[in-house]
Nanobody, 117 residues
Framework: QVQLVESGGGLVQAGGSLRLSCAAS????????MGWYRQAPGKQRELVAS???????SYAESVKGRFTISRDNAKNTIYLQMNSLKPEDTADYYC???????????WGQGTQVTVSS
């Protein structure tokens, strides 16, 4: 079974950058799509970015031009490069993956991102 572990969160000033990593215990090639969700205090969880096995990416409108998702199949890891961070980006960020052939999904435990003014 696949296990996902996020890292790279922390405290950063507005305008700064962070790079989140999500390492999988198995081959991420087995996952058709992977992505990053976030949930801020008092708000619903939202999809921030996703990437398919073939490298197709999509982004929430609020992060377009600032965040970049990437996938390294050789390292079984996906990343979320976050630039020009804003206080409203403060949230817990979760890595997820879906194996379409089996209908199984997998979630990491989350990593905290705090952006100060």
């Amino acid at each position: 079974q696949v296990q996902l572990v996020e890292s790279g969160g922390g405290l950063v000033q507005a305008g700064g950058s962070l790079r989140l990593s999500c390492a999988a215990s198995g081959k991420i090639f087995s996952l058709n799509v992977m992505g990053w969700y976030r949930q801020a205090p008092g708000k619903q969880r939202e999809l921030v970015a996703s990437i398919t096995r073939g490298g197709y990416t999509s982004y929430a409108e609020s992060v377009k031009g600032r965040f970049t998702i990437s996938r390294d199949n050789a390292k079984n890891t996906i990343y979320l490069q976050m630039n020009s961070l804003k206080p409203e980006d403060t949230a817990d960020y979760y890595c997820m993956g879906v194996a379409v052939t089996t209908g199984n999904d997998f979630w990491g435990q989350g990593t905290q991102v705090t952006v100060s003014s």
